[in-house]
C-alpha cells in the first residue's frame, strides 16, 4: 500500500550486519527496526515515526565472513562473524505521528506536506547522517528511485520462507518481536505482519 507520504529508495551496500538481538548471527535481511535506523538516518524529528511498509531484495542473499577484533581492538581473531555482502534494496516507507511523544505539535499545528519534502530533499543528498547497515563500518549509499523498477533477484514469482526473523523491539512490553518472514516476488512486507515474542522467551514467563 502506498500512502501519501511515501517515500521510495534504493538502498546498497558492500556488506552488512543486521543483528537480532537474542542471537549472535545476521540476519539474511534487515530487520524493521534497522530499517527505520536507516530512514532516522536520511530525516528524523521527534514529532514523527517511520514506518517501513515494503522492502524488495534486489540482489542474491550471500555471507562473507571476516576476522572479529579482540575487546581491545588491538588484533583481530579467527573467529570472525558472518556479513551479508554486496546487498541492494528497494524499500517504501511512510510515517505516522508520535502520539507517544510528551508536548508534541498539535493537531493543528501538524504538517505533513513540509516534513515530507524535507525528506525528499534529505534522501537527494544521500541522507542527513551517515547512513550504515547494521553497524558503522558497514556504510550505505541511498537514492530515489521507484519501487519495483528494474529487475530484481527473486523476481520468479515463487513465496520463500525465511524463517522466524527479528522484526522490531516492543518497548512497552521490553522484549523483542519476531515475524514468519515471508519473501514474495523478492518482496517483504513488513507492515502486515502478526509479531509475537520468540517462543523460547514466551516459555520463561
Same mark, same amino acid.
Given at each position: 500500500?502506498?500512502? $501519501?507520504? $511515501?517515500?521510495?529508495? @534504493?538502498?546498497?551496500? @558492500? !556488506? *552488512?550486519?543486521?543483528r537480532d538481538p537474542m542471537r =549472535?548471527?545476521?540476519? =539474511? &535481511? +534487515? $530487520?524493521? @527496526? *534497522?530499517l527505520k535506523g536507516i530512514l532516522g538516518s536520511? /530525516?528524523?524529528? +521527534?514529532?514523527?515515526?517511520?514506518? =517501513?511498509?515494503?522492502? #524488495? &531484495?534486489? @540482489?542474491p542473499i550471500? /555471507?562473507?565472513r571476516e576476522? *572479529? #577484533?579482540?575487546?581491545?581492538? $588491538?588484533?583481530?581473531?579467527? *573467529?570472525? &562473524?558472518?556479513?551479508?555482502?554486496?546487498? !541492494? /534494496?528497494?524499500?517504501?516507507?511512510?510515517?505516522v505521528w508520535n502520539e507517544q511523544r510528551p508536548g508534541s505539535v498539535k493537531l493543528t499545528e !501538524?504538517?505533513?506536506i513540509k516534513h515530507f519534502r524535507i525528506a525528499l530533499r534529505s534522501l537527494a543528498r544521500g541522507g542527513r547522517r551517515w547512513v550504515c547497515l547494521g553497524r558503522a563500518d558497514c556504510p550505505a549509499a541511498v537514492r530515489s528511485v521507484h519501487f519495483g523498477e528494474g529487475a530484481g533477484a527473486y523476481d520468479s514469482g515463487k513465496a520463500v520462507s525465511l524463517g522466524i526473523l /527479528?522484526?522490531?523491539?516492543?518497548?512497552?512490553a521490553g522484549e523483542p518481536r519476531y515475524f514468519n518472514c515471508i519473501m514474495e516476488s523478492g518482496v517483504i512486507r513488513y507492515s502486515a505482519q502478526e509479531l509475537f515474542p520468540l517462543p523460547e522467551l514466551a516459555n520463561k514467563r
Open positions: 500500500m502506498k500512502f $501519501s507520504n $511515501s517515500i521510495e529508495l @534504493e538502498i546498497r551496500g @558492500e !556488506r *552488512a550486519l543486521f =549472535p548471527q545476521t540476519l =539474511p &535481511v +534487515p $530487520s524493521c @527496526e *534497522a536520511i /530525516y528524523w524529528n +521527534p514529532d514523527f515515526i517511520w514506518v =517501513p511498509d515494503s522492502l #524488495r &531484495v534486489m @540482489e550471500g /555471507y562473507t576476522g *572479529a #577484533r579482540t575487546s581491545d581492538g $588491538s588484533r583481530f581473531t579467527n *573467529a570472525g &562473524v558472518h556479513c551479508l555482502k554486496d546487498v !541492494r /534494496y528497494q524499500l517504501r516507507a511512510h510515517f !501538524r504538517d505533513e /527479528y522484526h522490531s523491539f516492543d518497548y512497552t
